[in-house]
């Protein structure tokens, strides 16, 4: 019997309102596994992540979620299965940590949103996963950029999903941050055995924590790990502009400006 | 922490009695506590009596409806669209209310009936229905645009709209007619019987149960549209069931009392800074309390101020609501 995969997509294709905007994405994930998306501006990484999240339609094609095809879920189902994470997230003057780990708990809370003893226990050990510990009564809006983000990853420790859906989880913050919440969710990936999948334009730091790497490329989707995509020289087909390469030696790209 | 809130709560309350009480000892004849009393508790009819039960007591009823009312729409309108600034006129809800009243006041006067024969329940039905054509607009668009700025930009259009009619019926309409009209754009507690008073207060309660289940969705809101649908939520309808119990909210409060302004802005504000919450568990309780103080506040102030009759609660309400909604803008470009 073959291992069910937590995500698999099968000749996948995005799009907005019966619009295609990417196609045939065929790719797996496992639970205890990261997974970096890279592609070019509009190549439709955002909406492959909210697709497989369930938040936009797909156009055609299969999503098999822990093998059953991703029909077989309802919204709240599917939304415990998969805690998604836009990049950027308001900030709500005098909204507390505590308030937004008891939104986690939508369909945990009563009908006026309080929650039991229970789900304070999980809350106290995902802010201490995350080291936001004590953090409970703090202002979120006061808090730093890397410290909110934490605070929404804690959100979905909370949630208790199995799957972590992250868009640009480090767009916002600076390299030591960056490479701070890259490793935490490396860390949930093989401490708490979660699948996360990030989009990141951050070359250096994903190379180093995913296991492997999906790329929305010009001429088409592929993946690999990251020793597979370097050696493979897949990193090329990203962008449509000829004068940009991967160099391998360097570990960035390079632009021929011609001289 | 815990203990801060519930000492808030308990003053908010004791607050509220006390101008209650305060507001039925205020009027053009003043009357002593002896008298009050006996007017409220005992069997004897009397004149003061009748002023007491038939005018003061729905007033005040009426001021604590629309107290708990106003501030409750508004936190509820300026969570769903986003807007520190938004309330049921943005919206164009009240204009609604108020074309619903101008066609029914000045355009029934064309087909010559009499005004002796209508009723303020007659302008109240009518205010309704304006209120909720404008909401079904509002819902029919809010359900083809997710953008809240869009619906916003359509709400102040409709207003345009309503308010343009509405001059264009001031223009052709006979003197009487419009002076009803008139009067009831200046908003009152005052002239409503228990009977109305009761109607207002069985519309507000659905309003206001309503809010109290909306709190959970109300605070996911917070987080933005993707956050939202990541929850599992399904937006359309929990934005639907916060503009019912809106338009629930505003629109007794519009029909009954006439528009009243600025308040439904203010009073959210005053509680966030008073809790120093955003969280909708603390604030709905929060806006309902704060609000009845304010309204009776507003009632106080409008029959104390002069010796002869009321000044418009429309302009106490602005006097009281626009420093605070001031001071929001500036604390919030600091």
Same mark, same amino acid.
């Given at each position: 019997m073959t291992q069910e995969h937590a995500i698999e997509l099968k000749g996948l294709c995005i799009g907005y309102a019966g619009t295609e905007i990417y196609g045939n994405i065929t790719a797996h994930a496992d639970k205890g596994e990261m997974i970096c998306l890279i592609g070019a501006n509009g190549k439709g990484k955002s909406t492959l992540l909210k697709t497989i999240a369930g938040l936009q339609n797909k156009i055609s094609g299969e999503i098999l979620l822990n093998g059953k095809d991703d029909s077989f879920f309802n919204k709240k189902e599917r939304s415990t299965l998969i805690?998604?994470?836009?990049?950027?997230?308001?900030?709500?003057?005098?909204?507390?940590?505590?308030?937004?780990?008891?939104?986690?708990?939508?369909?945990?809370?009563?009908?006026?949103?309080?929650?039991?003893?229970?789900?304070?226990?999980?809350?106290t050990e995902a802010l201490g996963m995350?080291?936001?510990?004590?953090?409970?009564?703090?202002?979120?809006?006061?808090?730093?950029?890397?410290?909110?983000?934490?605070?929404?990853?804690?959100?979905?420790?909370?949630?208790?999903?199995?799957?972590?859906?992250?868009?640009?989880?480090?767009?916002?913050?600076?390299?030591?941050?960056?490479?701070?919440?890259?490793?935490?969710l490396k860390k949930l990936a093989y401490e708490k055995n979660k699948c996360i999948i990030f989009s990141s334009h951050d070359l250096q730091v994903s190379m180093d924590v995913s296991d492997r790497i999906w790329i929305m490329g010009n001429a088409g989707f592929t993946e690999g790990s990251p020793y597979e995509v370097l050696e493979g020289n897949k990193l090329n087909g990203i962008f449509s502009d000829s004068r940009i390469r991967y160099d391998k030696d360097k570990n960035k790209f390079v632009y021929n400006n011609g001289i | 922490?815990?203990?801060?809130?519930?000492?808030?709560?308990?003053?908010?309350?004791?607050?509220?009695?006390?101008?209650?009480?305060?507001?039925?000892?205020?009027?053009?004849?003043?009357?002593?506590?002896?008298?009050?009393?006996?007017?409220?508790?005992?069997?004897?009819?009397?004149?003061?009596?009748?002023?007491?039960?038939?005018?003061?007591?729905?007033?005040?009823?009426?001021?604590?409806?629309?107290?708990?009312?106003?501030?409750?729409c508004g936190l509820q309108m300026q969570t769903l669209f986003k807007n520190p600034l938004a309330d049921p006129y943005i919206l164009g809800i009240s204009t609604g209310a108020g074309l619903g009243v101008a066609v029914f006041t000045m355009g029934i006067s064309f087909f010559g009936?009499?005004?002796?024969?209508?009723?303020?329940?007659?302008?109240?039905?009518?205010? +309704?229905?304006?209120?909720? /054509?404008? !909401? =079904?607009? #509002? $819902?029919?668009?809010? %359900?083809?645009?997710?953008?809240?700025?869009? &619906?916003?930009?359509?709400?102040?259009?409709?207003?345009?709209?309503?308010?343009?009619?509405?001059?264009?019926?001031?223009?052709?309409?006979?003197?009487?007619?419009?002076?009803?009209?008139?009067?009831?754009?200046?908003?009152?507690?005052?002239? +409503?019987?228990?009977?109305? /008073?009761? !109607? =207002?207060? #069985? $519309?507000?309660?659905? %309003?206001?149960?309503?809010?109290?289940?909306? &709190?959970?969705?109300?605070?996911?809101?917070?987080?933005?549209?993707?956050?939202?649908?990541?929850?599992?939520?399904?937006?359309?309808?929990?934005?639907k069931k916060i503009l019912i119990s809106s338009t629930l909210l505003a629109g007794s409060i519009?029909?009954?009392?006439?528009?009243?302004?600025?308040?439904?802005?203010?009073?959210?504000?005053?509680?966030?800074?008073?809790?120093?919450?955003a969280n909708h568990r603390t604030l709905v309780p929060a806006t309902i309390l704060a609000g009845i103080s304010a309204m009776l506040a507003t009632d106080i102030i409008s029959q104390s101020c002069t010796n002869s009759g009321i000044i418009p609660i429309n302009t106490i309400s602005a006097i009281l609501g626009i420093p605070v909604i001031i001071l929001i803008i500036i604390k919030n470009n600091k």
């Open positions: 805690s998604f994470l836009p990049p950027r997230f308001p900030r709500i003057p005098n909204l507390k940590v505590m308030d937004i780990m008891g939104i986690n708990c939508y369909h945990k809370s009563n009908w006026i949103g309080q929650i039991k003893d229970s789900e304070k226990k999980a809350i995350t080291g936001l510990a004590g953090f409970e009564n703090r202002d979120s809006s006061k808090l730093s950029d890397g410290e909110l983000q934490r605070c929404m990853i804690a959100g979905s420790l909370v949630k208790d999903s199995e799957i972590i859906i992250f868009d640009e989880p480090t767009a916002f913050l600076d390299i030591s941050n960056k490479f701070h919440i890259s490793y935490l | 922490m815990k203990f801060k809130k519930t000492y808030i709560y308990i003053l908010l309350i004791l607050t509220a009695l006390t101008l209650s009480v305060i507001d039925i000892f205020t009027g053009s004849s003043l009357f002593s506590i002896k008298e009050t009393a006996q007017a409220l508790f005992s069997e004897e009819t009397s004149s003061i009596k009748k002023i007491i039960i038939d005018y003061r007591l729905p007033k005040i009823i009426a001021a604590i409806i629309a107290g708990a009312s106003i501030g409750l009936v009499s005004w002796n024969f209508l009723t303020n329940l007659g302008t109240a039905g009518a205010a +309704l229905a304006g209120a909720a /054509a404008i !909401t =079904m607009v #509002i $819902l029919y668009i809010s %359900g083809k645009f997710k953008d809240t700025l869009s &619906i916003l930009v359509f709400g102040i259009m409709i207003s345009g709209i309503g308010s343009a009619l509405i001059n264009l019926l001031q223009y052709w309409a006979p003197d009487p007619a419009l002076k009803t009209y008139v009067l009831w754009t200046m908003g009152s507690f005052s002239g +409503l019987n228990i009977e109305e /008073a009761c !109607t =207002m207060g #069985i $519309l507000a309660l659905t %309003g206001i149960i309503l809010s109290v289940t909306n &709190i959970k969705n109300l605070n996911a809101l917070l987080m933005g549209s993707d956050y939202v649908s990541g929850l599992g939520i399904n937006e359309k309808r929990i934005r519009t029909a009954f009392c006439g528009p009243i302004g600025f308040l439904g802005i203010a009073i959210p504000h005053v509680c966030r800074m008073i809790f120093r919450t």
